[in-house]
Nanobody, 129 residues
Framework: QSQLVESGGGSVQAGGSLRLSCAGA????????ISWFRQAPGKEREGVAC????????IYADSVKGRFTISRENARGTASLRMNNLKPEDTATYFC??????????????????????WGKGTLVTVSP
């Protein structure tokens, strides 16, 4: 199983920003569909954002629309999640996940949380009031 490494978590006050990064250990994310999930204590894991391998299909959870931005840095083979205007309810462990690689034109624009099959160990984000 491919190993993903997340970084960038930390503690901020409400209204603050963080940028999470996701990288493959020894491999590129260039042709992968990439998602960010989060799981708060006592809650189920939820999909936060997804970007297709082509980069032209991006989806966000309603709770983060307008505040979070997912992107891919193909030159470096990494991905990131920029989180602005953070709220206490954003407190969770954030996980990066991938599906692919996708080289076929028909699948490069797909982005489905349920297709993700490799996961990182997560990075903790804590937002205080």
């Amino acid at each position: 199983q491919s190993q993903l490494v997340e970084s960038g978590g930390g503690s901020v006050q409400a209204g603050g920003s963080l940028r999470l990064s996701c990288a493959g250990a020894g491999f590129t994310l260039r042709n992968m569909a990439i998602s960010w999930f989060r799981q708060a204590p006592g809650k189920e894991r939820e999909g936060v954002a997804c970007i297709s391998a082509s980069g032209d299909n991006i989806i966000y959870a309603d709770s983060v629309k307008g505040r979070f931005t997912i992107s891919r840095e193909n030159a470096r083979g990494t991905a990131s999640l920029r989180m602005n205007n953070l709220k206490p309810e954003d407190t969770a462990t954030y996980f990066c996940a991938i599906d692919g690689p996708h080289y076929n034109t028909n699948t490069r624009s797909s982005c489905n949380y349920s297709d993700m099959n490799s996961w990182g160990k997560g990075t903790l984000v804590t937002v205080s009031p």
